[in-house]
């Protein structure tokens, strides 16, 4: 069992970064891969950016390529999430998501998510 607590969402203009986390409790974190989803009002959840268990190797949306580093402290059991150069269409509730295995990005293969936290960019 993976329980997930997501912090750092805020609001900030266009331009600005934010850094989110994602504290995991429970000790087999570091065999769990991670991932970010976001959703905004009247949309699907979609996929942002994962990282295998190691956190060697990374995906990401290519709506955030170049922009947004997901990366992971095994060793504090948390994930992170920096967004850098953040536009107004970034704005959404971000998740975060566990899985036991390979780095996924359909929503539905997630095991575990956070609860949520609110970024809200304005222009």
């Known amino acids: 069992q993976v329980q997930l607590v997501e912090s750092g969402g805020g609001l900030v203009q266009a331009g600005g970064s934010l850094r989110l986390s994602c504290a995991a409790s429970?000790?087999?974190?570091?065999?769990?891969?991670m991932a970010w989803f976001r959703q905004a009002p009247g949309k699907e959840r979609e996929f942002v950016a994962t990282i295998t268990w190691s956190g060697g190797s990374t995906s990401y949306a290519d709506s955030v390529k170049g922009r947004f580093t997901i990366s992971r402290d095994n060793a504090k059991n948390t994930a992170y999430l920096q967004m850098n150069n953040l536009k107004p269409e970034d704005t959404a509730v971000y998740y975060c998501a566990a899985r036991n295995g390979i780095k996924w990005r359909d929503p539905k293969n997630s095991e575990y998510w956070g609860q949520g936290t609110q970024v809200t960019v304005s222009s």
């Open positions: 429970g000790r087999t974190f570091s065999s769990y891969a």
